[in-house]
């Protein structure tokens, strides 16, 4: 059977969208495995200037790199 791996940065913080995640690994369990993969997300404020923002989504992605295995 076919593994779908999702990686994502951060955490679902609202309920619906934690009971929709669950709801879509239900349906698709008869046609694959789900395996989700969750990264920290960098922690900076709400206001940042661009470049820094560049440098935040750089950090991050380092981060899901690293998840992503050699057969990937």
């Known amino acids: 059977m076919t ?3 999702i990686l994502c940065v951060g ?3 609202e309920a ?3 009971q929709a995640c669950v709801e879509f690994q239900k349906r698709l369990s008869r046609f694959c495995t ?3 993969v969750e990264v920290p ?3 900076a404020p709400d ?3 661009p470049a820094d923002e560049d ?3 750089d950090k ?3 981060r899901l790199l690293k998840a992503i295995g050699e057969k990937d």
Do not use: A, Q
């Open 11 to 13: 955490k679902l913080k």
């Open 47 to 49: 206001s940042l200037h």
């Open 16 to 18: 619906y969208f934690e």
């Open 41 to 43: 997300d960098e922690k």
């Open 34 to 36: 789900m395996d989700i």
């Open 60 to 62: 991050e992605g380092k």
């Open 3 to 5: 593994t779908v791996r």
């Open 55 to 57: 440098l935040v989504r």
